[in-house]
């Protein structure tokens, strides 16, 4: 698959090819094509070659990548075929990347196999944020299995009421309970006390 560019300014001459291969695999049981190498020609002569790394998809689907670059800030999906050529001085990126190669219909690409991991960084810190929340709901819920009531621990006595003792009286009295000379009422004395067990 060529890319040229024909009579734009400085870019006359240069075209971008991508070798682009099929296979089948028998435990996905469909084809799958994958870009096998990109050469950079200028004036039909090559400049540089790369070999492409994980860029791959079902051979019915297009592939999609945010950025395919030659640069580590980008994940260098492009690498240079070998340590002597005229690769190293050439930085390439890709932005916004799709390619299909085959079983294109009507000029569109088809459904995008995209690059993202399914384990991103964003993706491992909000699992890990998650484990860190469910230990502490968990921790939570053991110490209010586990507490004990205040009930257990906290018991209050009281002393069984008693009448004080009083002066014998005559047998008039006793008749008349309620009749008295104010010097010695009845006392309803109740001592209450309570201990706490920590």
Same mark, same amino acid.
Not at 95 to 113: L, M, P, R, S, V
Not at 117 to 140: D, N, R, W
Not at 150 to 155: F, I, N, V
Not at 157 to 177: I, L, R, T, V
């Given at each position: 698959?060529?890319?040229k560019?024909?009579?734009?300014g400085?870019?006359?001459?240069?075209?971008?090819?991508?070798?682009?291969?099929t %296979?089948?695999?028998? /435990?996905?049981v469909?084809?799958?094509?994958s870009?096998?190498? $990109?050469? *950079?020609? +200028?004036?039909?002569?090559?400049?540089?070659?790369?070999?492409?790394?994980?860029?791959?998809?079902?051979?019915?689907?297009?592939?999609?990548?945010?950025?395919?670059?030659?640069?580590?800030r980008?994940?260098?999906?492009?690498i240079?075929?070998?340590?002597?050529?005229?690769s190293?001085?050439?930085?390439?990126?890709?932005?916004?990347?799709?390619?299909?190669?085959?079983?294109?219909?009507?000029?569109?690409f088809?459904?995008?196999?995209?690059?993202?991991?399914?384990? %991103?960084?964003?993706? /491992?810190?909000?699992?890990v944020?998650?484990?860190?929340?469910? $230990?502490? *709901?968990a +921790?939570?819920?053991?110490?209010?299995?586990h507490?004990?009531?205040?009930?257990?621990?906290?018991?209050?006595?009281?002393?069984?009421?008693?009448?004080?003792?009083m002066?014998?009286?005559?047998?008039?009295?006793?008749?008349?309970?309620?009749?008295?000379?104010?010097?010695?009422?009845?006392?309803?004395?109740?001592?209450?006390?309570?201990k706490?067990?920590?």
């Amino acid at each position: 698959l060529s890319l040229k560019f024909g009579d734009i300014g400085n870019l006359k001459g240069l075209v971008i090819r991508f070798l682009l291969t099929t %296979s089948y695999y028998q /435990l996905s049981v469909q084809n799958w094509f994958s870009l096998h190498r $990109l050469q *950079l020609l +200028y004036n039909h002569s090559i400049q540089a070659t790369f070999n492409a790394t994980r860029i791959y998809a079902p051979a019915s689907y297009s592939y999609h990548c945010e950025h395919v670059s030659s640069l580590q800030r980008y994940d260098a999906l492009l690498i240079p075929s070998s340590a002597n050529d005229l690769s190293k001085l050439w930085e390439v990126t890709f932005t916004d990347f799709q390619i299909q190669g085959f079983n294109i219909q009507e000029g569109h690409f088809a459904y995008a196999k995209d690059c993202a991991s399914f384990f %991103s960084p964003a993706i /491992l810190m909000g699992l890990v944020m998650s484990l860190i929340l469910l $230990l502490v *709901l968990a +921790y939570a819920l053991h110490m209010l299995i586990h507490l004990k009531s205040l009930d257990r621990h906290y018991e209050c006595k009281a002393s069984p009421a008693y009448f004080a003792q009083m002066k014998d009286n005559d047998m008039g009295d006793e008749k008349e309970p309620l009749r008295s000379g104010g010097n010695e009422p009845y006392e309803l004395r109740n001592q209450q006390f309570c201990k706490i067990y920590i």
